[in-house]
C-alpha cells in the first residue's frame, strides 16, 4: 500500500522495495560514495570548499571555526550529521592521510597514531592554496549550478579544478555494489602526463606510466612492484600495488646493529601497528625481532633490535614483512562517474583526457563570459564617449528634461545600459583625463576581445592555453616545491629473500629421546642421564640424541626411505610423546633404523641387511613430503639394516654372526639412490651394523656406560677387501653385534 498525494494505491511489496532500493542505491553511488572524475570530489568536499569560499576562508585570510563552516555546509548544503561533515573535512586538513591538503587546519587535527581530532568547536581551519586552485574561476561560468537541497540556495555540480584532484590526492569509496580505491599520485608527474596526452592524444598506457611512475603516499614508504604489474594496473584500472615501510641498518659498534623505520605504509596507523607487532612477539611468531620501540616525535621512528648478531637485517625486515601491516598492498579500482555522471572503471589515459576534457570546456565557458563581459564594459564606454564629445548637450538635457533617458536614447541612440552608465556618473569623472583613459581602456578591450575571439575559433591555440596553464601548476606545486617532491621511493620488486625456517624458530637446546617402539619426545637441555628416563609399559629407550629446536630429524627406515622432521615439531613435556611414524607416512611394516641430526654438508654410510650400501649426501637424503625419499633400494625380504656418519678414513662391517671386516672407506662409491655395492659376504648370516673410524685414533665400541678402543695394531688381523666375509670379532668386543 503506498500513499501518493493523499490517494492511497495498492502495489506488490516486491514492486515497493525494488524501486526504493534503487532510488537509494544511485543516491548512494552519485551524490555520497564515488568522486567525479573531472574534479575527484565527492559531493560532501565540494559542499566544503564552496562554503568556505562562500565564508572567505582564503589562504591569506584569517581562521574561522570549524563549527562555523560545518553548520554552514548542513544547513546549507549537506543534510547530513554535522559529525560526518567534520570528519571529511578533517581528513582534507591531515598532511598524512591527504598527500595535497585542501584545508589549512589549526588545532587537534588528529595524528597518524590514530588519535581522534578534537570537537569542531576548538579547532579552525582555512583553504590551502591547492582549494583556491580548484575553485579558480567559479565565479566565470565555468562550471554549472544547480538548487540546494532546499531550493533556497546554488551549488557548483563540479568544480573548475585547476589541479588534477583525482589523481593527486585519491579516492575511496564503497557504495551499492561498487566501490571506489584510487591512491595518491605526484602531481609533478601527473602535470608531465597531462602535458605529453596533450601533444600525443593517443599515447600508449606504457608511456603515461614511465611518466607518471606510480603512487606517492602522503607517508612516504617504498614501492615495490615490477613495471609490468603496473602498467597492467593502470591499463585495467584495476589492481593492487605493494608498499613497504622505509628503513635503515643503523650500527651500533661490535658487529651490534639495530633497525630504524621512517616511514610506515599509507593508511596505516602507527600505534596499531606497533601493539600487533608486540603481540606477535608475546606470541612467539617473530622469533628473529628481541625488541621494539618507539622513539617518534613529529617524524617517525620505529627501532627494532634483533634476537641475535647472526640474524642479519634483511633477514629481520622480511619476517616483518611477511607477517606485520610493514608491508602492505594498496588497492587501484578507478570507478568514478564520467562527465555525463554514469559511474564506471576507467583506465589512466581515460582518466588522464578527462580531466583534459573538462579544462577544455572550462577554458571554453570562461572565454565567452570574459567576452560577454568585454562587449557590455565596450557598451558602456561607448556611451561614455557621446558624453565627452557631447559634454554640454547631455548637461543641459539632464538638467532640463522631465524625461532625460527618453531623450538622450533618441538624440544619441543609446541603450538602456548606456544611459543608466551616464545618469550614474560622478561629476569628478567629467575630466579631459578620464576620456583619455576610457580610450586607452577601449583600445586595450577591444584588443583582449580579439586575442579571446581567435582563442574560440582555434583549438589549437586552446591547446597551448591548456598546456601554459599545466607547465604553471608544476611550476606551483611540482619537485622543486617541499609539498611536491616525490615521497614515495620506486624501487624494483624485491629478490625474495631466503628466511631459514631455523631463523623462524627460537633456538633452544633439547634431548631427543626414542623408545623402541618409535615412541618420540623431546626434553629441555642437554646432558640427560638415559637411566633416569621413564618409558611406557613393556619399552624401553633406543635412541638418545642432543640437539638444537632449529635442528632437522634425519629417520631412516627398514623401507630404505629416509624421513625429516622439524625438531621443533616433536613432542614435548614429560609424558611419554607420540609415535614417531605418525608424523610421516612410515608404514606398519618398516621399522625405524636410525635417527640422525642432519648436519649440512655431511655425509652418510647406508647399508641393507644382505650386506650392500653406499655413501650418500646428507643434503640429498632431505626429505621435503611426509612420503619420504626413497635412497636405499631394497625388495623381498632385504631391508635397509645400518646408517653411520662417513667419517674418518676406513669402515667397519660387522655381520649378525659376530664377523666383521675392516676395508677403506674410499673403496664405497657416492650415491644419491640405488642398490650400493658388496660391503660383505654372508653365508647364512646378514649384515647387523656399520661404523666408519680414522684408523689412526683406533675404532671405539660401547658396552653400556663401557667404551673400549681397538688401536691399529689390534685390528691388523680384520683389515682385508670390500665384499670379504671377515673374521670373529677381537677379544674384548660387545656381545651384542652392535658397535654401539
Partial sequence: MTVIGGEVRQEAFKDALSERYLSYALSTIMARSLPDVRDGLKPVHRRLLHAMRQLRLDPDQGYKKCARVVGDVMGKYHPHGDQAIYDAMVRLAQEFAVRYPLVDGQGNFGNIDGDNAAAMRYTEARMTEIANALLDGIDEDAVDFRDTYDGEGAEPVVLPSNFPNLLANGATGIAVGMATSIPPHNVGEICDALAHLLKTPKATIAKLVALMPGPDFPTGGVLVEDRETLVAAYASGRGSFRIRAQWEEESLGRGQYQVVVSEIPYQVQKSRLVERIAELMHARKLPLLGDIRDESADDIRLVFEPKSRNVTSEMLMESLFRSTEMESRIGLNMNVLDAETVPRVMDLHEVLQAYLDHRHEVLVRRTKYRLEKIADRLDVLQGYMVVFLNLDEVIAVIREEDDPRAVMKKRWKLNDAQVDAILNMRLRSLRRLEEIAIREEIEGLEGEQKTLEALLRDKAKRTKRLAAEIADLKKAFGPKTALGRRRTEIAEAPDPVAVPVEAMIEREPVTIICSEKGWVRTIKGQGIDPKELKFKEGDRGKFVLPAETTDKL?????????????????????????????????????????LKVYKPGGRLVVASSDGRGFVVPEDEVMAQTKGGKQVLNVKGDVEAAACAPAVGDHIAVLGKKRKMIVFPLFELPEMSRGRGVKLQSYSGDSLADVATFAMAEGLTTRTGDRHRTFAADELKDWIGKRAQTGRKVPRGFPSAPRFS
Avoid at 629416509?562 to 609415535?579: A, Q, S, W
Fill in 554 to 594: 634425519l629417520v631412516f627406515g627398514t623401507n630404505g626411505r629416509f624421513y625429516t622432521v622439524g625438531v621443533d615439531k616433536l613432542p614435548g613435556g614429560r609424558g611419554h610423546g607420540e609415535p614417531l611414524r605418525l608424523m610421516f607416512d612410515l608404514g606398519n611394516d618398516a621399522e625405524i633404523v636410525a
